[in-house]
DNA sequence: CAGTGGTCTAGACCACGTG
DNA sequence: ACGTGGTCTAGACCACTGC
């Protein structure tokens, strides 16, 4: 009963010069495990098999498996620690919460934060959300406005497009239950692990909402930043759009 | 005469528990690597010696100077290139100019750029840049000011500060003469390599000097940032403020 | 003490680039 | 044909964690 039937059976590279589409074994294995993330075969904040006993599933070596890991550890996807396992990526974590907010006080101190919601409707997708949420028009979106306020000073105002598909039982009722990070709540509610984000930054002028809800003077320079969060797969799972008041804090980024 | 007399033998690692400051193999031999990048060795460019070459130079196995070199690739001091070697990286090669620029045009293409240099100063550091820059007050900066163009429009203002003891002969006439990036400029004249930089974005509003250099209203909002780049070891080496319009253009950022 | 990931080695073979 | 980095394996031992 060696005979394996496993439908996560690996083929061997084909090593012989003909072969076009030739992809490495750990590629291969990176892509089973991704699979089995976006399954949830794996939920985020457990741990995945060790090294040996995916070794064994997979019917590789304990260094190929090693490798697929350490390319999802490199993407966040997966978190090592010695000793204990590897982790599934979670936003719930007090380290990586806010793993995407760049804005950062200016002085070190953490601020307190807080949550106003202004607005949660389900309408039909505008033209150019669903377009960069890869939906039809005829789609329904749930459209959150909110502001954030850090230390009681209104800082950001959000304007937050999800696919209404995908977060069923979404409304402005549950919403306002969530404590914590938005992200962490997709997690355990919707399912929904967010695992990269795309940003693009400008700089604008306070319109008439922006400066009544973020209390500046109409015209005042404002932070512009669109974001596009991805799930598993690279598929777009939320269009946020932020207005951010740098006076007392920055957006930091690190280039290499 | 298999005596090992190299400067550069590697300890092995202290296996035993009593060891307090436990560094791997890898770690060290990706240190050595790291000092004979400094120190000039191999050039921006350039390729290093073979991984076999490098084992045999540090008595370890191939293996070993594979996962520090996978280190300093993935920071992108080195990169890799199968068949040919492993080069130094440089800010001269076409793919990888303007590394340092987030700012993209919002449609594809590629802008043609034109710089223009405003005064290039030497002066004593300000106490804000002597800090940024880990000088004294009694060193001298130089200070470079000018105004970058795309497809004939001001776009960038920038403000630079260089530590003036290590960019000797870096006068307004030198400036001009250069052609391309400022940080290729950098690696040949002055063999100072950026390796890294951490930014720091706002939005703000348009002055008056940058007004007029810009050619937008007084107050306009503009993208502030400043970058601090670091050479190998971490040692700062430029403070650069910068204004962006932000209307044609946008900043990117990728999250993970 | 057992189990996990982390380091290190040695060797075989493959893919790529250049003669 | 050769030398480069890239993949894959197998095995030994170490460091860390928790029972």
Redesign the interface.
């Known amino acids: 009963m060696t005979e394996n039937t496993s439908p996560e059976r690996v083929q061997p590279p084909e090593k012989s010069a003909a072969s076009a589409a030739y992809s490495p074994l750990y590629q291969q294995i990176k892509a089973l495990l991704l699979q089995s993330l976006d399954r949830g075969e794996w939920k985020p904040g457990e741990s995945i098999p060790s090294e040996l006993d995916l070794a064994a599933r997979y019917q590789v070596s304990q260094g190929t498996v090693r490798k697929a890991i350490d390319e999802l550890a490199?993407?966040?996807l997966l978190i090592r620690r010695q000793g204990k396992g590897t982790f599934v990526s979670t936003h719930h974590e007090a380290n990586v919460r806010y793993?995407?907010l760049?804005l950062t006080p200016d002085d070190g101190h953490q601020p307190a934060t807080s949550s106003m919601i202004i607005e949660c409707l389900r309408v039909k997708a505008p033209s150019d959300i669903a377009a960069l949420l890869a939906l039809r028009t005829a789609d329904i979106v749930v459209n959150i406005r909110r502001v954030l306020s850090f230390d009681g000073r209104p800082t950001i105002l959000d304007d937050i497009w999800l696919p209404g598909a995908v977060f069923k039982g979404l409304t402005a009722e549950t919403l306002a239950k969530n404590k914590g990070p938005m992200y962490a709540w997709f997690e355990s509610k919707f399912g929904v692990s967010m695992?990269?984000?795309?940003?693009?930054?400008?700089?604008?002028?306070a319109g008439e909402e922006a400066s009544e809800r973020l209390e500046v003077e109409l015209?005042?320079?404002?932070?512009?930043v669109e974001?596009i969060s991805y799930t598993y797969g690279d598929r777009p799972m939320e269009l946020r759009r932020g207005l951010?008041i740098?006076?007392r804090f920055?957006?930091?980024?690190?280039?290499?």
């Open positions: 490199a993407e966040n793993r995407f760049r695992v990269r984000a795309d940003e693009t930054v400008r700089a604008v002028a015209g005042s320079p404002l932070l512009q974001r951010y740098t006076d920055h957006y930091r980024n690190q280039l290499s």
